[in-house]
């Protein structure tokens, strides 16, 4: 069995320095720390990228896709150790990036530098590791004993170990023992690997607060090819007031503005209040039960294909990497 851990950075590749954590170290000195061998495996590494993951630019999705998708045939699994920061954003874009993989793909990091007494980096390598081996085929988020499909995580907690949860979506696996039992098994698809890395980084997120400027919101939807508008609860837009709905309104038909929600679960449902009606009439494509972080990136994803607002929402209503529950 071949495995390939790809190092991109984090805080599990940080060593203290005068000015804070700094991601530095390479794939091999982690696993020494973490005294991991991989007896019976071969273990090979590439070290691509070494940041904090605030770093991290839609660009290097595109790097880290490629290096996933040239080293598909030549290993059984493959382990990518990313900062927890913008993880949900790059699990979500490898998915959409790499599609119809034939081998797990498996996302880990920590919350502790691994240089840190009590760091749960060895663990949730180990985690990672495990389950890389187990050969179930698709894009995953393995943190804290527990294994979470790419597109589903959301980065829950800034300091608590247990940082990740799975969005509207079951826990794929966690860890009994020192076993790794699987709960749920989502759809394989079929077909051949595929490598599609186009994609438009130009799109915003807006939070919806009281009060909204429908001008400030006008002038940001100017400058952008799409936009995700964060609104409360199962999605509205306010029109007393200040009318958002209208500004909103005058984007829709040129450029897709996409609904998600404040809330962490449940999702956004449109036909469920009168100002989430109005919102649909006035073109507003719901975000259904995605993740805020792959709703952005399935943005990006859409507009890197087409500029069509019709063809984005069929592509943002379209499950494509097990993102979007087909009840939305
Ligand atoms: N700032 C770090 C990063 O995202 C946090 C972490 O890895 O836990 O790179």
Redesign the pocket.
Known sequence: MRILIIGT????A?AKTERG?K?KLSVNEILRIAGIRGDGVKIETKDILN????LIQPEDWVTIGRTVFESLEEYDGIVITH?????AYTSSALSFMVRNVPIPVVLT???LPITEPNSDAPRNLKTALTFAMKGFPGIYVAFMDKVMLGTRVSKVHSLGLN?FQSINYPDIAYVKGSEIVVRHRPPVPSGRPLFDPRIDPNVVHLRLTPGLSPEVFLSVAEKVDGIVLEGYGAGGIPYRGRNLLEAVSKVTGKKPVVMTTQALYGGVDLTRYEVGRRALEAGVIPAGDMTKEATLVKLMYALGHTKKVEEVREIMEKNIAGEISSAF
């Open positions: 950075g984090g805080t599990i940080s954590y991601a940041l904090d993951s605030t900062g927890t920061d913008t993880l990091g920590s919350m940082a």
